[in-house]
């Protein structure tokens, strides 16, 4: 599950595209499948969406929540593919943009009747 925030005139206009840049982000490195999308936008007041000085109002913050198990080095990649995508195909500076990686052990998630340590077909790898 990926969580998204900004302020709204800024992310709403851009959320359809942003979908696409993460999602391909997601397959590139990690082995998503194309039909394993669950991302949620939060578009906000400007007013209760403070950021760090040095930044605009495309200040975005994306919050990936995953299975924990893929290599620090699989998740630095993702960040970069992340920072470099979105600027290239947003024009939206990395200074901009804020990327937190979330884990949570296999069984705190749960899913299609199922925790996450007891699923035996998953179309994807979580240990890459």
């Known amino acids: 599950m990926i969580v998204i925030y900004g302020i709204k005139e800024e992310l709403n206009p851009i959320k359809a595209k942003l979908s696409d840049v993460i999602h391909g982000c997601m397959q ?3 082995g998503f499948p194309e039909d394993k999308r669950a991302h949620r936008f939060i578009p ?10 040095g930044r605009t109002d495309a200040y ?4 990936i929540n995953m299975m924990a198990g893929r290599q620090i080095e ?11 995508e979105i600027e290239r195909q947003l024009l ?3 200074v901009n943009v804020e990327i937190i990686i979330k884990e949570q052990a296999p069984h705190q998630w749960g899913f299609r009747g199922m925790t996450g340590d007891e ?10």
């Open 74 to 84: 699989t998740q630095k990649n993702l960040i970069k593919s992340l920072f470099q």
């Open 92 to 94: 939206i500076s990395p």
């Open 119 to 128: 699923v035996n077909d998953l179309k994807y790898k979580v240990n890459v």
């Open 60 to 63: 975005t913050v994306i919050e």
């Open 28 to 30: 590139s490195v990690l």
């Open 44 to 53: 906000m007041d400007r007013a209760d969406f403070y950021y760090p000085g």
